[in-house]
């Protein structure tokens, strides 16, 4: 023992919240993937780029809808479809009716730069590719009150996104003078413009999973018992508790590394130019030839991860079910194992014979007792505080006990330091 109890609470919390976290990430991939998530946040970054937003489509309050977005909008419209009906994108995805979950910068480009040259006008289309594409982003780019104006049902790009569009190209034109170096500039600028908006997908991507990691983790917290404030009252009063989950958590970082957590950092939906690289939010890439892979690694940390789940629940005596059966003493009494909560379950049972010797819980009760755990606002708040702390992700608290049983080691040990 260190001889610092809220160092050794500390660490015995935050191995709580690694465990659970771990628990949170596998299902949310799982629901991610079953919604497909990637492929909707994709579709809105494209839609936002290539269509203009219409002041009907704005919300009055951004920052409540913001807040209770989880799930991005299923776009359909002829812009956005004609995008995904490009062959370049129409094949990416695994069936006709599923759009791709990533899309490379290249892609992209030569879409825009296909669909718009097939809007380029007779007369103004010119010689050169990047004559064509100029006469089809200055057709595309006419206001609505031009008599030449392109009608939506044959639209490829929004007005405005048009006219940013000519602008780009009017500035490779200027700075190369070279009509094949100006449409590689052209390409090049595209690809740019899509990396930036892809950065900034990956963080609208993150912010949803977080979300959702903070709903499954609040039901997880609820479904186990896993009660910040009981926790660390647990751990503060009983000795053997506190130094037995500090031995697990130290046993756990000796078997574990960090490599190991890295899959379940939120990756961005662009694809880098080593097609077996997934680009992560924080710059670093973690080679996965497929997505399934991910998830089927994932599946392999689950198998680990329900033992140590185990071993911890036994030491804190966290569970959530109440016994088929419970005993009474010699009074009458009930006598709770030490993982019920007794006012919940008092409340469950209600009346019951105190001349038997065992009282049976049937179906109903158990689902009372469970419901009743939320009915403590105490508890509540702690089941809130754990979820909150889950939704933060296993990587996150990974890194925090990694610290702490080094600053622990450092404690016990100074030549350590």
Not at 259 to 282: E, F, G
């Given at each position: 023992m260190t001889g610092s109890v809220a160092l050794d609470v500390a660490i015995g919390l935050v191995f709580i919240y690694l465990l659970y976290s771990?628990?949170?990430?596998?299902?949310?991939?799982?629901?991610?993937?079953?919604?497909?998530?990637r492929a909707r946040n994709l579709k809105e970054a494209i839609n936002r780029m290539i269509n203009d937003e219409s002041s009907s489509e704005l919300s009055k309050f951004?920052?409540?809808?913001?807040?209770?977005?989880?799930?991005?909008?299923?776009?359909?419209?002829?812009?956005?479809?004609?995008?995904?009906?490009?062959?370049?994108?129409?094949y990416l995805g695994?069936?006709?009716?599923?759009?791709?979950?990533?899309?490379?910068?290249?892609?992209?480009?030569?879409?825009?730069?296909?669909?718009?040259?097939?809007?380029?006008?007779?007369?103004?289309?010119?010689?050169?590719?990047?004559?064509k594409i100029k006469s089809g982003l200055q057709r595309l780019a006419l206001p609505t009150t031009d008599p030449n104006h392109v009608p939506?049902?044959?639209?490829?790009?929004?007005?405005?996104?048009?006219?940013?569009?000519?602008?780009?190209?009017?500035?490779?034109?200027?700075?190369?003078?070279?009509?094949?170096?100006q449409l590689l500039a052209f390409k090049s600028s595209l690809e740019s413009w899509f990396d930036r908006t892809m950065e900034q997908t990956t963080e609208w991507y993150r912010q949803r999973m977080q979300k959702i990691l903070f709903v499954i983790g609040f039901f997880i917290a609820w479904g186990f018992n896993v009660d910040t404030f009981s926790i660390v009252k647990k751990l503060s009063v009983d000795t053997n508790a506190r130094a037995e989950i500090v031995d697990l958590a130290s046993a756990y970082l000796e078997n574990n590394s960090y490599?190991?957590?890295?899959?379940?950092?939120?990756?961005?939906?662009?694809?880098?130019?080593?097609?077996?690289?997934?680009?992560?939010?924080?710059n670093d890439s973690v080679l996965v030839a497929r997505y399934n892979e991910r998830l089927d690694s994932l599946m392999n940390l689950k198998r680990e991860l329900m033992n140590d789940m185990e071993s911890a629940n036994s030491i804190l005596g966290m569970g959530v079910f109440l016994p088929d059966s419970l005993p009474l003493?010699?009074?009458?009494?009930?006598?709770?194992?030490?993982?019920?909560?007794?006012d919940a379950a008092n409340w469950a049972i209600g009346h019951y014979c105190s001349d038997s010797k065992y009282v049976q819980i049937d179906?109903?009760?158990?689902?009372?007792?469970?419901?009743?755990?939320l009915f403590n606002w105490f508890r509540f708040f702690g089941?809130?505080?754990?979820?909150?702390?889950l939704s933060l992700g296993a990587p996150f608290w990974f890194n925090l006990l990694h610290r702490l049983m080094n600053l622990r080691k450092g404690a016990t040990d100074p030549s350590a330091k």
């Open positions: 771990l628990l949170a990430s596998l299902v949310a991939e799982i629901f991610a993937t079953a919604i497909t998530l951004p920052r409540l809808m913001e807040l209770i977005n989880f799930f991005p909008k299923d776009f359909k419209g002829n812009l956005i479809e004609r995008f995904y009906n490009h062959q370049e994108i129409k695994r069936k006709s009716n599923l759009g791709p979950s990533a899309i490379q910068a290249a892609n992209f480009a030569k879409v825009i730069m296909d669909n718009v040259k097939a809007q380029a006008s007779v007369e103004g289309a010119g010689v050169s590719e990047v004559d939506d049902t044959e639209r490829i790009l929004g007005v405005s996104t048009s006219a940013y569009i000519l602008s780009v190209l009017e500035d490779c034109e200027v700075s190369v003078t070279n009509a094949e170096e490599d190991k957590y890295a899959i379940l950092l939120p990756d961005t939906v662009r694809v880098n130019k080593d097609s077996t690289a997934l680009k992560l939010s924080n003493d010699t009074l009458g009494r009930i006598q709770f194992p030490a993982h019920v909560v007794v179906t109903t009760t158990e689902w009372r007792y469970i419901f009743g755990l089941l809130v505080v754990t979820a909150l702390a």
